[in-house]
C-alpha cells in the first residue's frame, strides 16, 4: 500500500487479556518505530527496529510490552496482562533508512487501544 | 540534557491572519529539526525539517519554519491561516546520543473564521 497500515484501528478488551496491534510498513522503509500516545499528550517512544539489527527497545514500559519484526517487514506489539493504563493510541512509523536521523518518519492512523 | 519545548498547549488565530506555533529546543550537536501535524484520529504527517542551510525552510500545506540558532528556536509559521490547519502540532528534534526524535507535548492550533 502507499502508507503505513495498523490494524485494529480499535481495539476494546478486557483487563488481565493479552493484545497483538499489527504494523505494516511502507514498503522499502527498513527502519520502524512504535509509540504510545495517552489522550491529550505528546508520543512516547517505545521501541525501534532498523533492518536486521538488534531493536531498540529503550521505551518500553514494562516487561509485559514486546514486539517483533518479521522479514524485515510486518511488525506485532504484544502487551500481555493488560492493565488499564495501557489504554491509549499506540503509532506505528516507518522511515528509510534510520542513518543519521534525518529522514522524515511516515505514521499509520493507529490503533486505540481501551482496556476495560 | 537534550530536550524540546512547545510552550504553548494552544493557540488560536483568526482565518486569513498569520499563525505561529513556538517550539525550543536543546542539543548538544548541530539541531535536526522536524515539525508533525495531527489531525483527528489520525497518525501524524510530516510537514517539514532543518537539517543544514537556508534558516527559512518551507514545508507543505504552505508552512514554513524559522530556524534561529542563536535563540535556539524553530518556530512553525504560516502567513494566512485557514480553517482546516486546525490540528495538533507536535516538534521533534533529533537525540544525538541514539538519533531518535525527541518530542514535543503538542500545541493544538485552533483557527476561527
Known amino acids: 500500500g502507499a502508507g503505513v497500515s495498523q490494524s485494529p484501528s480499535n481495539k476494546v478488551t478486557e483487563k488481565g487479556k493479552d493484545v497483538e496491534l499489527r504494523c505494516d510498513p511502507i514498503s522499502g522503509h527498513t527502519a520502524l518505530y512504535w509509540y504510545r500516545q495517552r489522550l491529550g499528550q505528546g508520543l512516547e517512544f517505545l521501541i525501534y527496529f532498523q533492518g536486521n539489527s538488534a531493536p531498540d527497545k529503550s521505551g518500553l514500559p514494562s516487561d509485559r510490552f514486546s514486539a517483533e519484526r518479521t522479514g524485515g517487514s510486518v511488525s506485532t506489539l504484544t502487551i500481555q496482562r493488560t492493565q488499564q493504563e495501557d489504554s491509549a493510541v499506540y503509532l506505528c512509523?516507518?522511515?528509510?533508512?534510520?542513518?543519521?536521523?534525518?529522514?522524515?518518519?511516515?505514521f499509520g492512523d493507529g490503533t486505540r487501544l481501551s482496556i476495560l | 540534557a537534550q530536550s524540546v519545548a512547545q510552550p504553548e498547549d494552544q493557540v488560536n488565530v483568526a482565518e486569513g491572519n498569520p499563525l505561529t506555533v513556538k517550539c525550543t529546543y536543546s542539543?548538544?550537536?548541530?539541531?535536526?529539526l522536524f515539525w508533525y501535524v495531527q489531525y483527528p484520529n489520525r497518525g501524524l504527517q510530516f510537514l517539514l525539517k532543518?537539517?543544514?542551510?537556508d534558516n527559512l525552510v518551507k514545508g507543505s500545506y504552505g508552512f514554513e519554519a524559522e530556524f534561529n540558532k542563536s535563540q535556539t528556536s524553530f518556530h512553525l509559521k504560516k502567513p494566512s491561516a485557514l480553517v482546516s490547519d486546525s490540528a495538533l502540532y507536535f516538534c521533534?528534534?533529533?537525540?544525538?546520543?541514539?538519533?531518535?526524535?525527541?518530542w514535543g507535548a503538542g500545541t493544538k492550533l485552533i483557527i476561527k473564521p
Open positions: 521533534a528534534v533529533r537525540d544525538d546520543s541514539n538519533y531518535q526524535l525527541i
Open positions: 512509523a516507518s522511515s528509510l533508512a534510520h542513518g543519521q536521523g534525518n529522514q522524515p518518519q511516515h
Open positions: 532543518y537539517i543544514t542551510g
Open positions: 542539543v548538544s550537536g548541530n539541531p535536526y
